[in-house]
């Protein structure tokens, strides 16, 4: 039986982890997580904030997930956007999730992820 997500894997080129750290740490305000050694050199870098854990993997061959994402629940999602785009990432709203407020951004490498909070039904 599955009982958790544990990570979600997305990748960039090699040798990014700099423009990695910069969006994923600076603009997302995640923390990035050492990697076991003999992973740590494969290259990419992991990031979490509480039980949620991104890994961002180095592919030679790297293309964007542009529409796979994954889908990551904030508070404050207003706050959040302006931070995102004061760091200058593209916003985008959608309004077509019933129940909830939510936007996508790409990070530097062009992968989509998607940012929601659920509206308050009272």
């Not at 599955?2 to 960039?12: C, E, K, P």
């Not at 904030?49 to 529409?67: C, M, S, Y």
């Amino acid at each position: 039986m599955i009982t958790a997500l544990d990570h979600v894997q997305l990748a960039a080129s090699p040798g990014s982890e700099e423009i990695l750290r910069a969006f994923y740490a600076g603009a997302l305000g995640v923390s990035e997580v050492p990697k076991p050694p003999v992973l740590a050199a494969r290259g990419g870098c992991w990031f979490a904030t509480g039980a949620v854990q991104l890994h961002i993997g180095a592919e030679a061959d790297f293309r964007p997930a542009r529409k796979a994402h994954p889908g990551l629940r904030v508070s404050g999602i207003e706050a959040y956007a302006e931070r995102l785009e004061s760091r200058g990432a593209v916003v985008v709203w959608d309004g077509d999730l019933p129940g909830h407020r939510r936007f996508h951004t790409d990070d530097p490498f062009g992968n989509r992820l998607e940012f929601l909070e659920p509206v308050d039904a009272a």
